[in-house]
């Protein structure tokens, strides 16, 4: 007689499982992933977003394990806060394992931790559940998806995956390993939806090394290739491009040329001798032999990209024939700003080439509607679950594996905290635990729901008026005039006079007749004064805070 | 002997020209469109954007009229707001005038203004100007381009424009002009940029009729069809495909409401009697001989899609077997919008049908490069310059236009507030005027460099601390404590002993020995007890605001 196996997705932001997934069996839980998300527009001020991990501390005991499929940060960047309340061994490979250990030790307050390599066709067994790591295809080397054999059955996570068959580390997703699986039989498949929108098969990152060989040759100067600094295939395929035009590459931006430092060290970038080199030796090349691969294709504000297109970069200038490859897909959310930094670059003289107006310049690492097809093909699972999409791509998944014959009852749509149990005889969502996200705001950790951020949501549209009100607590009188101070809301100077006669509406609101003044009545008199008032003359509902001194 | 023209673009929120153009010819100036923008998420609290029309109302005796392209929000909307200071008539064609009517009636505070209808072949002079309009295709009906007849040559301004030769409405652009106009000899193209970066053909809006068709009738139960409340033409195709698949139709929103009453009482939509009705009605029928149409294609909070998405609606609930169809593209910044939008209506069981799963379910209303070049290839300018579009849009497009024969240095890209002049010999950047924006907050018009926006960014990021400190004007002391209230920054509660630190160490530096206290030493010093306290305690940079009260 089995347990049935336990599903948990932790705070994907929207994207369920994205960052975190808890398998439970029986007394042993591994978890799966411990990525970072990073904030949307809304969370104002927030640097950002780990996965609530309330769940797994509450059953520290029984954590065996974190399995990280691949090394991208949306899969391992919350370690250094995970382990700090969880003192479970870490599993990656191997390239997965060296940006981790990067990443561990340049956050203090970690403390000891336990970091294992593993690689594909390795086994681990943690209590009654064995982890068999198989290898995919993803836009970095070392992409794993796992399968969790229990008593229950079998259990398949892709990890984030396409299907290359021709990828750039020449290692493709293991279909053979995915087909024997298959044959043994699958209770649950647990596959990355990210695409689940998109018909078709997502193009080989081969189409990328045409595209840029291609834009390297034609380019009558200068290249700049803006990318993830985690891509370490594209880098390779930059560097790749780069000889073939003659050219030599430098990398910009830190996290760039520590990855890049890093990568070819470890020998994930391979290159003739003298073609990666530092920024200073590239600068006495023509221009026509340089080439720089740099950080911030999403138009991040602060990453090297962006200050050369506001001319703020110390190092790099735009100069005539320049040409920009923008090497990636703008994440939602981020459109405006990529946008923003094409026209200054364009402004500035060069050429921009994105997906956009330059088919190939960029592929996804994630697969579209066939290879999910095939996925589901290969593996024959009972039950499936979409996971690492938000909601409407979670949907197209689970149409897409009704459409290939997984019954639809068998298929369960679940969100970030919800507990999915499955056995042979059937599943479902038998509870619902803390599983949304938790906030990093310079040095602190917020709730979801923290008053602090609802706070800065107001103040950033309608502005905050503080007043304050000295009075005698004695006699319940007021002391002196009130003091109004507002940020955010009207131009103080140009509105002095409005402000004038706000503070006499509090003055003559607090000599009003009736009791005594305390902090209470303050507080209700200042509100009900200018509310209104605020609202008539200037169209808008400023915070009001009353601040009533005892003297 | 003649003058040169000027062309001056205002306001476009980087979409040059898209809003407002000033084009002169010696004492005459005629003013091409008067529209807002919306605000762009970094503009916090800001509820609409305007051209800045400095120069015209510093130039206002020369104004002699507006002349409106077609009816939406982007090229009329500033009218309520323009038309206060500059008391010029307004011309425009039939549907634009109706929809301004409504418009100008909406706000208080214009007085009197004289609007005026044009049709297509029409011509109005203005001084030296003739002003000619003919008719174009754009995703509304009565869209026109104008070509201005001056004594310097002719200049042509697109509008906004497509090329479909079967347009809803049927009338197409108008081909035959364009080549007489351009036999005749054009100084100076103006034409649109919008999708200057898209390779091909715009379709059809015929493809979008075949689209919704096929949408209404294999949905099994009620359709909801989001789009723009001006797109007049696309709530024709929904009604049409309404009739066939034995639906009716009643629209949903404030704005789509009123648009439809006028344009069936102004015969711009037509059905057969009892097609349209209300919402009460319609519910009556069975689903799947219902169709609404609404508002809130953007995903805005406020209309009514993204209130039905929320469960906020009063009126409308998804049920089983809901269709709703995005039938709009989505503006550059609203995507995180729509994709929240799609997965609540997901989550709730619709089934959403857009741009992406749906092909033909909308087309864009601008021509993409073949048709750019078909403009170019029939008028044959002598100069050209792009308008309506972000920098790197105009740049696809003047590349586009040597492309198909215009001298490199024939094509100028300007921005908003160039003053470029342009006579048979030549052309140049002459001047720049006051061309950029201003932001309507709620009831006040801000310029750009408000430092209210500037504090509302600062706020919404790191929140804000105000120290309050009563003191003796007299003595030069401290009188007790001081007070710190914040917002947005710590959660007060949690932080309650940090705060208390902070209490203490403004006390402190307000004792410490030296010269008695006045405001600049209290600012002085409170701002320097705590900056670095609070950097260090939480990472964050707070607005500091002391608040000295002599007492």
């Known amino acids: 007689m089995t347990n049935p196996v336990r599903i948990i997705p932790l705070g994907g932001l929207g994207e369920v499982g994205k960052n975190m997934m808890a398998i439970e069996y029986g007394d042993d839980i591994v978890v799966i992933d411990a990525g970072v998300m990073f904030p949307k527009q809304d969370m104002l001020g927030v640097d950002l977003v780990l996965p609530d991990t309330t769940y797994l501390v509450e059953n520290a005991e029984r954590v065996r394990a974190v399995l990280i499929t691949h090394g991208h940060e949306d899969h391992t960047g919350a370690l250094p806060y995970v382990l700090r309340d969880l003192h479970v061994p870490v599993y990656a490979p191997p390239l997965a394992r060296d940006l981790v250990e990067v990443k561990l030790r340049e956050h203090s307050g970690v403390g000891r931790y336990e970091l294992h390599e593993v690689h594909p066709g390795d086994s681990l067994t943690f209590g009654e559940i064995t982890a068999e790591y198989f290898r995919v295809c993803h836009s970095i080397p070392d992409a794993c998806g796992i399968a969790l054999h229990t008593p229950a059955g079998l259990i398949v996570h892709s990890g984030d995956f396409k299907i290359d068959h021709t990828p750039v580390d020449g290692h493709q997703t293991d279909l053979q390993r995915l087909a024997a699986l298959g044959r043994e039989g699958v209770l649950l498949l647990l596959s990355d939806s990210t695409y689940a929108e998109v018909p078709g098969y997502t193009p080989s990152e081969q189409i990328v090394g045409v595209a840029l060989d291609r834009a390297l040759a034609e380019a009558p100067g200068r290249v700049l290739v803006a990318t993830f600094a985690s891509l370490i295939a594209r880098v390779q395929q930059v560097v790749d491009a780069a000889v073939k035009s003659g050219r030599k590459v430098a990398p910009a931006g830190r996290s760039m040329v520590n990855n890049v430092a890093m990568a070819v060290a470890k020998g994930y970038i391979t290159a003739p001798p003298g073609t990666i080199v530092t920024l200073e030796e590239l600068a006495s090349l023509p221009p026509e032999r340089q080439t720089i691969v740099l950080t911030g294709a999403q138009g991040e504000p602060l990453a090297v990209l962006a200050r050369i297109a506001n001319r703020s970069s110390r190092d790099i200038e735009i100069q005539k024939d320049d040409t920009v490859v923008i090497s990636a897909s703008t994440i939602p959310g981020n459109e405006t700003l990529v946008a923003h930094v094409i026209d200054n670059l364009t402004r500035q003289g060069a050429r921009v080439l994105t997906r956009r107006n330059t088919p190939g310049i960029h592929v996804q690492g994630h697969a579209s509607q066939e290879e999910l097809k095939l996925m589901l093909g290969l593996i024959k699972p009972k039950y499936f679950v979409p996971i690492h999409g938000e909601y409407r791509m979670l949907a197209a998944h689970a149409e897409l594996a009704e459409s290939v014959g997984v019954e639809r009852d068998h298929i369960f749509v679940i969100e970030d905290g919800d507990v999915l149990e499955v056995e042979d005889a059937g599943g479902a969502v038998v509870d619902h635990v803390p599983g949304g996200h938790v906030y990093v705001d310079g040095l602190r950790l917020w709730d979801v729901r923290s008053a602090v951020l609802r706070d800065r949501r107001k103040l950033s549209r309608d502005g905050i008026v503080v007043v304050v009100v000295p009075f ?36 003559e609101a607090l000599r009003a007749p009736s009791k005594p003044l305390d902090e209470a009545s303050i507080n209700g008199r200042v509100r009900q004064a200018l509310a209104g008032f605020f609202r008539d003359e200037t169209g808008r509902r400023p915070m009001i805070v009353p601040l009533p001194i005892e003297m």
């Open 472 to 507: 005698d607590n004695a006699t319940g009188e007021a002391l002196g005039d009130p003091e109004i101070v507002t940020s955010g809301f009207v131009d103080a100077e140009a509105s002095g006079e409005m402000l004038d006669r706000a503070r006499t509406l509090v003055a």
